[in-house]
């Protein structure tokens, strides 16, 4: 499949982003694990998510769902997880994999899971080291680092862990396998990393506390059921963020957005950068901050992007670097080497698409080095997303002020995180075509 973008005179209304996906994954694995029936509105339908239904049905959790974004989870208590009758399949989803690794270090029986192409290259010593020193056995590839894995929980003891790097997905497996273990683990982060696993425990009834950068979680405390709205992704409203600041002629609005401060990087960012943002905070839902952002057509100006700000806005940076590209002056983005090892290496292929496109943008080894085009433009031609869908989506949002129209080859893998995103360029008055 291809996405066809022609840039459109103008970019105006507003839309709704699908619900967060890191919340609809926690969300329905919290409920399998606590006593009673957890609903989920908003629940994000995009593959990913799909995954984590998926296993969750293998290991003998009753759900209901997705319908219209909600999805119903009769949870029957930590205990109460099957041995699964046949291999996990996460697909291509990371945070499926990663966090299941927690909760199916906890369990006395033997399990094996694996995903697609793209995700069996993804590293993940980084959760299965930690799970191991818990007590853990844990077999795959390259000694435990690469997927097919085959885990036998069960006996865990609680761990003290100091983060070498901030990852919410390797703090969250730690946190849900703490759940079955005797006493207090503890996760220190070397800086902040995005909160949803906290704050949905905490409301399951967790004996969670978060001092600092440390987080400090007793197991063996039963989980009650969650009813929550889940609020829009900020990381699907990164694409119509940029779209609005870049294009000349642009008003948009994007409504129920998840306003978490773990997760707003890309506000602070573009703001930063000279972006035409107003926020309207509405309230809370699901315990997330949330609110409505319009952003209109501005002039960006190029700044340094690094540091503790980086796990803030870390899926956000390919659509980050279009911006970057139609700033004044240089872009740096550094401290961001994880990107080699998400959905593509989003370093090497970032650049490589932009560049075909016309953008001054160098990989470096943690980052890029991005020199606006100073009045200049980007080239309408034919891009590849290599199967990553943040890179499909942010090459389309560079299309909306190219030359010309612009050929998005493998766009189907949008579908895992916004299954519309589409359907929302065109609410914008954007002309674009899917073809075989």
Same mark, same amino acid.
């Given at each position: !499949?291809?996405?066809?973008?022609?840039?459109?005179?103008?970019?105006?209304?507003?839309?709704?982003?699908?619900?967060?996906?890191?919340?609809?994954?926690?969300?329905?694995?919290?409920?399998?694990?606590?006593?009673?029936?957890?609903?989920?509105?908003?629940?994000?339908?995009?593959?990913?998510?799909?995954?984590?239904?998926?296993?969750?049905?293998?290991?003998?959790?009753?759900?209901?769902?997705?319908?219209?974004?909600?999805?119903?989870?009769?949870?029957?208590?930590?205990?109460?997880?099957?041995?699964?009758?046949?291999?996990?399949?996460?697909?291509?989803?990371?945070?499926? !994999?990663?966090?299941?690794?927690?909760?199916?270090?906890?369990?006395?029986?033997?399990?094996?899971?694996?995903?697609?192409?793209?995700?069996?290259?993804?590293?993940?010593?980084?959760?299965?080291?930690?799970?191991?020193? !818990?007590?853990?056995?844990?077999?795959?590839?390259?000694?435990?680092?690469?997927?097919?894995?085959?885990?036998?929980?069960?006996?865990?003891?609680?761990?003290?862990?100091?983060?070498?790097?901030?990852?919410?997905?390797?703090?969250?497996?730690?946190?849900?396998a703490g759940l079955f273990a005797p006493g207090e683990?503890?996760?220190?982060?070397?800086?902040?990393?995005?909160?949803?696993?906290?704050?949905?425990?905490?409301?399951?009834?967790?004996?969670?506390?978060?001092?600092?950068?440390?987080?400090?979680?007793?197991?063996?405390?039963?989980?009650?059921?969650?009813?929550?709205?889940?609020?829009?992704?900020?990381?699907?409203?990164?694409?119509?963020?940029?779209?609005?600041?870049?294009?000349?002629?642009?008003?948009?609005?994007?409504?129920?957005?998840?306003?978490?401060?773990?997760?707003?990087?890309?506000?602070?960012?573009?703001?930063?950068?000279?972006?035409?943002?107003?926020?309207t905070p509405l309230g809370e839902?699901?315990?997330?901050?949330?609110?409505?952002?319009?952003?209109?057509?501005?002039?960006?100006?190029?700044?340094?992007?690094?540091?503790?700000?980086?796990?803030?806005?870390?899926?956000?940076?390919?659509?980050?670097?279009?911006?970057?590209?139609?700033?004044?002056?240089?872009?740096?983005?550094?401290?961001?080497?994880?990107?080699?090892?998400?959905?593509?290496?989003?370093?090497?292929?970032?650049?490589?698409?932009?560049?075909? !496109?016309?953008?001054?943008?160098?990989?470096?080894?943690?980052?890029?080095?991005?020199?606006?085009?100073?009045?200049?433009?980007?080239?309408?031609?034919?891009?590849?997303?290599?199967?990553?869908?943040?890179?499909?989506?942010?090459?389309?949002?560079?299309?909306?002020?190219?030359?010309?129209?612009?050929?998005?080859?493998?766009?189907?893998?949008?579908?895992?995180?916004?299954?519309?995103?589409?359907?929302?360029?065109?609410?914008?008055?954007?002309?674009?075509?899917?073809?075989?």
């Open positions: !499949m291809q996405l066809v973008v022609k840039p459109p005179p103008f970019l105006a209304g507003s839309l709704r982003p699908p619900g967060d996906k890191s919340i609809s994954h926690r969300a329905a694995i919290i409920g399998a694990l606590a006593e009673g029936t957890t609903v989920i509105e908003g629940f994000l339908e995009g593959a990913d998510c799909l995954s984590t239904l998926r296993c969750l049905k293998e290991l003998g959790v009753d759900i209901e769902g997705p319908h219209e974004g909600r999805v119903v989870v009769r949870g029957k208590g930590m205990g109460s997880l099957q041995e699964p009758e046949t291999i996990l399949d996460a697909g291509n989803s990371g945070t499926t !994999m990663r966090l299941l690794l927690g909760v199916l270090a906890g369990q006395p029986y033997y399990s094996v899971i694996t995903g697609d192409a793209s995700l069996r290259r993804r590293p993940m010593g980084r959760v299965t080291r930690p799970l191991t020193a !818990m007590g853990a056995r844990i077999w795959g590839r390259n000694d435990g680092e690469l997927a097919p894995l085959s885990i036998r929980g069960g006996n865990l003891q609680p761990l003290t862990y100091t983060m070498p790097v901030a990852s919410a997905q390797v703090k969250s497996a730690l946190l849900l683990t503890v996760i220190i982060e070397p800086c902040r990393s995005r909160d949803h696993s906290e704050r949905l425990l905490k409301a399951a009834g967790a004996a969670i506390k978060v001092e600092g950068l440390a987080v400090r979680i007793a197991g063996r405390k039963p989980l009650r059921p969650l009813t929550i709205s889940v609020p829009g992704d900020i990381s699907a409203a990164a694409f119509f963020l940029v779209a609005g600041c870049i294009h000349p002629r642009a008003t948009i609005t994007i409504k129920n957005v998840n306003l978490n401060p773990t997760r707003t990087g890309i506000l602070d960012v573009l703001k930063a950068m000279g972006g035409q943002i107003t926020v839902s699901g315990g997330e901050p949330v609110g409505d952002i319009r952003v209109t057509s501005s002039s960006l100006r190029g700044v340094e992007i690094g540091g503790e700000v980086i796990p803030r806005l870390i899926d956000e940076i390919p659509v980050l670097t279009v911006a970057a590209a139609l700033a004044k002056g240089e872009t740096v983005i550094r401290d961001a080497a994880e990107l080699r090892v998400k959905e593509s290496d989003r370093i090497t292929m970032v650049a490589r698409e932009l560049e075909r !496109m016309g953008a001054n943008i160098q990989a470096r080894p943690d980052g890029f080095l991005i020199k606006g085009l100073k009045g200049g433009s980007l080239q309408g031609t034919v891009v590849d997303s290599h199967g990553d869908h943040r890179l499909g989506m942010a090459l389309a949002v560079a299309a909306l002020v190219a030359e010309g129209p612009t050929v998005i080859k493998g766009s189907e893998c949008m579908a895992i995180s916004y299954p519309q995103f589409a359907t929302d360029l065109a609410l914008l008055g954007v002309e674009v075509r899917e073809e075989e």
